[in-house]
């Protein structure tokens, strides 16, 4: 419990110490549309898209699958959802970006029958330079019979500084828990990841040794 | 310094584009390619673009004109806010895009 408290400490420390990156965004570009899909170690699973008619804001929907490493209950939630800018910082070599969320759906899951309406609600700050970057994501899923609440961070460093048309390659450490009865304790994950143009991928393994991968579209 | 003269020469006259005009504008918040896509798409919406170049390392978006046509700095400072930047300076060249291309690919090696 005290190597989990001074860990997030660590944490919480380096967000606001390190310089804040190639982050995943729910809010592309006026026109833009994101598709992504993630795979979680066999804890999450989820698939998004959204459109933005503008820079500030977008709309879409996504489906969240979840399957308790603690006890084998699982969570199906699909939802429709709005993402908003809160807030933007564009520096002379850095973008700092806050983001909320929040939307309304439908649940099914194994410990309870038939089917709940669950909102969500989220919120992301992220800061990258073109050779580090940070984020911190929080999602929030509630209904009737359940509450769960994922945190996600990500340190991320570039070995090199990309141009915009030349492949960028970024270095990840991720950190996430799961409320609820989902995991216990913290997972930890280090990835590679990859971008070109639209489209984006990254994979890397947990420290169960696990698969964590995304692929994400933006056109 | 002659010789890469010459070559800057050589890609105007090949790119077809000498005496064409060019806008380049300096731009905050430009670190990463995924994002920065966006610049790219909308400024192609003009009818009067000809062609645009985007470079992460000299913080710098250019776009040129095709020949009669041109865009408003206001203009284009509102579809780089769409895009979701920050424009920091608007101006006009006579620099081709391709000689701009080159110094960008030449400082990037």
Redesign the interface.
Known sequence: MATNRFLAAVLTASILAVPF???A?PV?????TTVMGEYGAGTMQELQAFYAP??RYSLGGGYLKLDSDVDGRTRNIAYLRANW?AK????????ANVFAWGGVGSARGSDFSGQEVAGNAGAQADY???RVYASLKSDFHDSRDFTHRIDTLQLGFAPY??????L?LWVVVQARTYTGGIYGGTEWAALIRG????T?IEAGVTEDGNLQAMLMF?F | MKISKVLLLAVTVLAGDAGAVTVEMTVNGLVCGFCAQGIEKRLRKFPATADVLVSLEKRLVAISLRDGGDIGDEDLTRALEEAGYAVKAIHRTDTPIAVLREQVRGAGK
Request: hydrophobic share 40%; glycine share 12%.
């Open positions: 990156a190639a982050v965004k592309a570009f006026a026109g833009g503008s820079h800018l933007r910082w564009n520096l002379e070599a850095a973008q990258e330079t073109r500084e990309h141009e915009y048309d030349r960028a971008f070109k143009g639209g984006w933006n």
